[in-house]
């Protein structure tokens, strides 16, 4: 009876699918000239961009509000945005940024320098406890007032030198200081309009509510169902709307990948937040112009407890590393579209591609006589092995994957756990894991944010790793202006990283998703970032 | 009867107060906290801050009396996860949505259950047994995780009758309720079945036909009476499942229902949310099963006075 | 009287057995399961792979109905490798023709599912890797124009495999011992607690009866996925503790659904008569009672297997349970429901393996309400 009843319908299906995903719908209702429903991951947390951490919150808040300067569509180099131009000193430290007269609020009133002060003074208040405010922290003074040992915000290096002229005073040289800025910790909030609807430095002020919320940016929001929808809608007072062809954008947060791309197969959504690691073969061969495969700043790596045996063994670490075929694991479990990687940092981070000493490439014979020097020839005596993960299929995959080769390839026991998310988090920062998945994505387009986080005691090394020589190569890189001796000293310090191997290295990710071809001015980028002013629907099809 | 239901209600009081305290001492004995991140806050002094606005730094017995005092005044506090909103207004707007999809479930659980089950009770083990049963059976082997995608593939996105996702339309509403609905069908149907056989081989349906009663009116009068025990018993606790919501039913429809709220409280450590969820399932529980009770009693005349 | 007791329930039993027995449908059911459980026990000397070996480049393979195909097993690799590997899986290594347009009418003709062979070109020990599909082949890498090919031969795969290439049969098979297990245990023990707290609640009424069902209102309400996770954190990993959160959950409807059923019975004559008689009253409960009350019980109980067996997919999700590689019914369910259209035997035939449990079980829990009916036998 279950034959009979199931079988036919999944024929169907099979046959079916393949006709209809190539013939999507045009007349969907929800589908409407210029405007965009996107697909956006998870439910935002909130969107003031002084209190939220996430990518979701980061999709949203980019619509609404403008930053001093804006991201070029095609390669997010920095452009004019709230800042028509900018000037550095010579010594690097002072930047004065010059803000157009016309940049208007969405209550009409004019963006002044002084509403980027007090901004900056929110964010980095100590009771507003914003997680993001160590983004300013390259501002002279802003560490010390965020932790409460500076009351007076005058010494903070930001200065309203008039109404249109921002001064900003660094700690200390920053060549990456205007990538930071696109990230929405710099963005400047309508203190006014913040001040009406509760304290200034409260966390769950009401005023990012629908009908409360003053922006800056492109677009205003018009609704914000939970778990439903947020629409914006194109913004009158905008400086630039003649540019902004999108009437309105729909955010839609489908968490489920699966469903998302049952949406997007049906018209729903024209851009999706990912795709489901199945699919990515079946787009390939029928609908190759929808999928979308571009570079990330992400990897995804094992975290490797060095302070407890075998693992504090640099040889075993090593073994364990060189055992992994990264090229078959990605090409068959990830189905190619990540890149599989034997260095940390994503290439191309802020123009910086590791080209140093060792490679960890795949070589299961290497990795034996490792292991065999570090005293377990053929795995003999060696403890069983615990590796944490995440529950979520892919993560599973992958670390079945890993538990083999390493099984097959060294002849070591492998034991795999999984762990709801947050009690996986815990177990971790308390360092009571031997092996743990883990992943990094880049809060701004600099080598530093992939590497600082492994000096010794660093707030997210959480594997033990301490190496004197490593601490001062970053150092001096903090120090260092010129951005090909920098980008030297990051080389040297990422060799003794992947020397020492605290961390395995596996992938850099890619950016998986679905766009349909009607959507124009969505460009790869490697931040995924995709400024919506410079993005438009097709019209007539 | 009233007195019965007053006291009823009366005595839920001391119920809810027990499982919010066992609740809330649960959650905080779990580890993960909702500020837990996969970056974490760096500055343990903003951590501190942050504790501090959420009245986490105090000691736990503080925050559990100030938990309770709110909860007298029906406050449940901000949620930790949706920062600018309410537990009680999250609740406010999810509610109506499960409960819609849950009321619709119920219809097609009961049409289909209740109309298979009586079907198959007239002649056991018969051609007219034999077919909704199987049917039955396969609708409880097909889990809602599986039903739903196969229902939006064929019908949403082969022949393209409904939306792959949402709640927007009147339309949207049908394949929800008929992956929801057929699980408990398939329920309804098996245990109808069951009690319908039980009840018709009692004496007092044998007097009622030996005394000529026609067999319509004694399956309809004196067997569903009868025979429906089990079904509402089991309808307690499964229509306070279905119309707070199924998590998997509104993923996979993408419907901003009750059901995802209860279950990402959990995962998000959102205390607030949990405890609001939770003691909002439980009123439902305890209502329900009054009802049940009632039900029981109004079926079964011989019950009352217990 | 107690020995005439004693003698007159085994006989109770005996006929009850009997009328089990002549039931049709419900040894056939009984037979099912018996053979399923066995098949898991006996898993290892039944399938010839493991249920943890993995095939990554074969991938999701669809079901192959020839016992001895030709497939292999890894990528780029030397010739020695590919001949351990070969060993490893039982194959062995065949030198095919030389030149691709050869191989190509090998091929042709012949459902490999995606397969990957393993070419090397004079003076080159390194092999190279290549997929070929029954649409044809294309080279992963260069492939020099005369080459030697050497195709593995394997056995094949009945149920065909997941995307790691492990052998979809053998995983069922071993997934039997977890699901046929948590099935049977985690229900056993919500039946006992169910029926015995129902049956209490519902007969001895009032002040007790509202005090019972005050508890379960409780554990109801308590959120179930909290709980789960402390589990995880407080006990170790293993599968008594999934027993523990099912049977935790899984009572309490029965319960219900028992005291409402007792609670009529109570009011029946032949139990007024019995306690009339000065019985005492746990053995009316188990004597007259929670006999009476057999049908929705084992009704409920059959549908509960199932559940259960989902249920344990939820758990082993959240760090209960089983442990990967190793998998369960319920898991193998889960997953596969997400590649339905690209790999429908994932889902299909674990989802009837399941359908055909709980169609046996039903079959035999008709039968055993039929046989137990004390009603029937006094007609």
Known sequence: ?541 | ?306 | MSEMNAQNSSSLWRDAWIRLSRNRMAVVGGAVLLTLGLLSLCAPWISPYRYETQNLELGATGPQLTWDTQQLVYGTCTQQRAQVLAAGYEGEIDVLPADSTELHRTIEGQDYGRTLWVASAPGNTNLMAMVITSEGFDPLEEIPERANFILLKSRGHLLGTDELGRDLFTRILYGGRISLMVGLCATAVSLTIGVLFGAVAGFFGGRVDDLMMRFVDILYALPFTIFVILLTVIFDRNIWNLFLAIGAVEWLTMSRIVRGQVLSLRKQEFVEAAIALGIPQWRIVLRHIIPNCLGPVIVYTTLTIPVVMLLEAFLSFLGLGVQPPMSSWGLLIRDGSKVLEEFPWLMLFPGMVLALTLFSLNFLGDGLRDALDVRVSKD
């Open chain 1, 1 to 541: 009876m279950f034959h009979r009843f199931i079988v036919p319908v999944l024929v169907c299906l099979m046959l079916g699918c393949g006709k209809s995903s190539t013939s999507k719908k045009s007349d969907n209702p929800s589908v409407h000239p210029q405007i965009l429903n996107l697909g956006n991951g998870a439910e935002p947390e909130g969107l003031d961009p002084h209190v939220v951490t996430g990518v979701p919150e980061h999709n949203v808040l980019v619509a609404l509000i403008e930053g001093l300067v804006g991201e070029d569509p095609k390669d997010l180099h920095p452009v004019p945005g709230v800042a028509e131009r900018w000037e550095n000193s010579e010594d690097g430290l002072v930047w004065t940024f010059h803000l157009r007269s016309n940049a208007r609020w969405s209550t009409g009133d004019t963006v002044t320098a002084q509403d980027f002060v007090l901004s900056y003074k929110r964010m980095l208040s100590p009771k507003l406890a914003s997680q993001y405010a160590y983004m300013l922290h390259v501002v002279k003074n802003a560490k010390e007032f965020n932790a409460g040992k500076i009351k007076d915000f005058s010494r903070v290096g930001f200065e309203a030198v008039d109404e249109h002229t921002l001064k900003i005073t660094l700690a200390g040289p920053t060549p990456y200081f205007l990538s930071l800025l696109n990230h929405y910790s710099w963005f400047p909030v309508h203190i006014p309009t913040v001040k009406k609807y509760g304290p200034v430095d409260s966390p769950n002020n009401p005023w990012t509510r629908p009908g409360n919320f003053v922006g800056n940016g492109p677009f205003v929001l018009d609704k914000w169902e939970v778990n439903d929808v947020i629409v914006v809608k194109k913004s009158p007072t905008y400086w630039d709307k003649a540019k902004v062809s999108l009437k309105e954008i729909n955010f839609k947060p489908i968490s489920s990948a699966e469903v998302e791309e049952r949406a997007f197969r049906s018209g729903q959504i024209h851009v999706s937040n990912t795709i489901p690691l199945n699919k990515i073969d079946v787009y390939r061969k029928k609908n190759p112009q929808d999928l979308r495969l571009d570079p990330y700043l992400g990897v995804y790596f094992y975290r490797l407890n060095v302070t407890e045996p075998p693992l504090d063994n640099k040889k075993v670490r090593q073994a364990l590393g060189l055992a992994i075929d990264r090229e078959s694991l990605v090409r068959n479990v990830l189905r190619g579209a990540d890149k599989p990687t034997t260095f940390f940092t994503p290439p191309d981070t802020g123009g910086y591609t590791y080209n140093g000493g060792p490679k960890i490439s795949f070589d299961p014979d290497r990795a034996s006589r490792l292991l065999a020097e570090a005293g377990y020839p053929q795995g003999k005596g060696f403890p069983k092995l615990k590796l944490l993960y995440n529950t979520s299929e892919a993560h599973q995959r992958i670390a079945e994957a890993i538990q083999q080769m390493w099984q097959n390839n060294l002849k070591v026991q492998i034991e795999l756990t999984n762990e709801e998310w947050k009690v996986y988090l815990n177990t971790q920062q308390k360092m009571e894991y031997q092996v743990s998945r883990a992943g990094w994505i880049g809060d701004y387009n600099d080598p530093n944010t992939f590497l600082d986080m492994w000096l010794t005691g660093g707030g997210n090394n959480y594997t033990g790793f301490a190496n004197e020589k490593f601490d001062q190569l970053i150092a001096s890189a903090s120090q260092e202006s010129d951005s090909q001796k920098r980008f030297s000293l990051f080389g040297k310090a990422e060799e003794i990283l992947l020397d020492e191997m605290p961390i395995i290295p596996i992938y850099h990710y890619t950016s998986k998703y679905l766009a349909s071809p009607k959507v124009k001015g969505w460009h790869p980028t490697i931040l995924n970032h995709h400024p919506y002013k410079h993005v438009s629907i097709k019209p007539g099809d």
């Open chain 2, 1 to 306: 009867m009233w007195k019965l239901i007053f006291f009823r209600l009366l005595k839920a009081i001391p119920v809810l107060l027990v499982i919010a305290t066992i609740t809330f001492f649960m959650l905080r004995l779990t580890p993960g906290g909702p500020f837990d991140r996969e970056k974490p806050i760096k500055d343990p002094e903003i951590k501190k801050q942050l504790e501090a606005h959420y009245g986490l730094d105090k000691p736990l017995s503080a925050q559990y009396l100030e938990f309770l005092g709110k909860l007298m005044v029906g406050d449940l506090g901000p949620s930790f996860k949706h920062s600018n909103r309410t537990v009680n207004e999250v609740i406010v707007k999810a509610f109506p949505v499960s409960a819609e999809l849950g009321l619709w479930s119920l219809l097609v659980a009961l049409g289909l259950g209740l109309t298979a089950g009586m079907i198959a009770s007239i002649r056991p083990n018969s051609f007219l047994d034999y077919t909704p049963m199987t049917l039955a059976m396969v609708g409880i082997c097909v889990p809602t995780f599986v039903m739903g995608p196969i229902l939006i593939l064929v019908f949403s996105l082969k022949l393209e009758w409904f939306n792959a996702s949402g709640w927007d339309q009147w339309a949207d509403r049908v394949l929800p309720a008929l992956t929801l609905g057929g699980v408990y069908a398939a329920y309804v149907a098996r245990l109808t079945r069951g009690g319908m056989l039980e009840v018709m081989s009692q004496d007092y349906i044998r007097t009622a036909r030996a005394k000529g009663a026609s067999e319509a009116r004694v399956l309809l009068k004196h067997g569903l009476r009868g025979g429906l025990m089990p079904v509402v018993a089991f309808l307690g606790p499964a229509v306070a499942g279905l119309i707070s919501g199924s998590f998997v039913v509104e993923t996979i429809f993408q419907i901003p229902g009750l059901g995802r709220h209860f279950v990402e409280a959990a995962f998000n450590r959102d205390y607030t949310m949990v405890m609001g969820t939770v003691l909002f399932f439980a009123a439902l529980i305890i209502l329900l099963n009054l009802l049940v009770d009632i039900i029981q009693v109004w079926l079964n005349p011989r019950l009352r006075g217990t």
